[in-house]
């Protein structure tokens, strides 16, 4: 199908485009009030993402409210644990917490594979979303990274030191491969999967990327995130692929050597310097603190305008440098897609 808006699509391949585009990591969630209203129809947040058209209704919300340039499949990264055979629970306001966590050998091998068809739920969202788009934006599919997926495996819930799954790199580092290993496998499937159901670019999230030392993050990260890069590369050659290794400021120059089209930038790295790093063949994405928008309209304009002179308009994707917060001002979150449009 031919996309009306292609800008997207454009800037990951480095082709000529009029203005940046512009998508929101987490633009779907509580900073609308149209979300809100369809979260309350249903018990919790899984029953929301397994049900195919509720998950499809608010992919597409940001798109007809906020305008932006993409939309996001409504999922979780942690969609994978469960189909590996993990399930989570999301706690309100607090986060997901997993019953059964990893330990050790044992539990690596009893996990299992994921292939496609346990996530069919997702891959009937893809569908239904690209048909009702109908070409107006692309849809962004997306899995968690190898070592993000382990850090939650492996403590059961967020933190901000993920210290059992740091300590689990050192005192278990075999099992660490191996179970890295097997996400990496089923992080493929799932791709692919993505990617036949109608996902028009991929993005794998590393959040927790920057709480690695660079060695660390080069045997325990880096390499499987290379290493499905690759894959999918050969796979669907047309299917521009981002990586975000949140607080990673070292690995940007190692993605540049990788199949990643778009590297994603947060708030604390230098765009000039994050250029340079990453080469001429890669685009850059990002990278405002989402804490901006908590500021009055002007601030919100300056900033934002600042942010755009400092990428330049070739090979650039505008968005924050993390998710949105759930307490944004949705009026100023469409001020700043529109800032970056060039309508106000
Ligand atoms: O309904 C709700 O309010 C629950 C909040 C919520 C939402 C809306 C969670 C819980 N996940 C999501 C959806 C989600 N998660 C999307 C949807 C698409 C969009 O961006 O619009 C995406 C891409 C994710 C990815 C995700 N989940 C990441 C990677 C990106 C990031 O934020 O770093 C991570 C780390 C998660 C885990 C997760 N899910 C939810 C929470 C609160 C968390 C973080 C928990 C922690 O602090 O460790």
Redesign the pocket.
């Given at each position: 199908m031919i996309l009306k808006n292609n800008l997207l699509l454009e800037a990951a391949r480095g082709g000529p485009v009029n203005r940046p585009p512009v998508w929101?990591?987490?633009?779907?969630?509580?900073v609308l009030p149209e979300?809100r209203a369809v979260?309350k129809k249903v018990k919790n947040?899984r029953e929301?993402?397994t049900t195919p058209e509720l998950a499809a209704e608010v992919?597409i919300q940001?798109v007809d409210i906020l305008g932006v340039d993409a939309a996001?499949?409504?999922?979780?990264?942690?969609v994978i644990p469960e189909a590996m055979g993990l399930p989570y629970e999301?706690i309100?306001e607090?986060?997901?917490v997993f019953r059964k966590t990893v330990r050790g050998e044992e539990d690596i091998e009893k996990l299992e594979i994921a292939a496609g068809d346990n996530l069919r739920y997702v891959t009937d969202a893809i569908r239904i979303v690209k048909k009702e788009l109908n070409g107006r934006v692309p849809l962004i599919g997306?899995a968690?990274a190898p070592w993000?997926i382990l850090a939650?495996m492996v403590e059961g819930?967020?933190?901000k030191t993920f210290s059992e799954a740091r300590k689990f790199l050192y005192t278990c580092p075999d099992s660490a491969h191996r179970l890295l290993g097997k996400i990496a496998k089923s992080t493929v499937n799932y791709l692919k999967s993505q990617v036949d159901a109608g996902a028009d670019i991929l993005?794998l999230?590393d959040?927790?990327a920057g709480i690695l030392s660079p060695a660390q993050y080069a045997s325990f990260a880096f390499p499987y995130l290379r290493d499905i890069g690759k894959e999918m590369k050969l796979y669907s050659p047309s299917t521009p692929l981002t990586v975000?290794a949140?607080g990673a400021f070292f690995s940007v120059k190692d993605f540049g050597q990788t199949d990643y089209d778009v590297i994603g930038l947060d708030w604390n790295m230098d765009i000039g310097g994050s250029r340079v790093l990453a080469g001429k063949n890669k685009t850059l994405q990002g990278n405002m603190d989402p804490a901006l928008l908590y500021a009055d309209y002007e601030t919100i304009r300056k900033e934002t305008r600042k942010m755009l002179e400092a990428f330049g308009k070739e090979r650039y994707i505008a968005n924050l440098g993390?998710?949105l917060y759930?307490d944004t001002d949705k009026d100023k979150v469409k001020f700043f897609v529109d800032v970056i449009k060039g309508e106000v």
């Open positions: 929101l990591m987490r633009q779907a969630g509580r979300y979260r947040f929301l993402v992919t940001p996001i499949i409504f999922s979780d990264i942690l999301m309100e607090k986060g997901p997306f968690g993000t939650y819930h967020g933190s993005q999230f959040s927790w975000f949140k993390h998710g759930p």
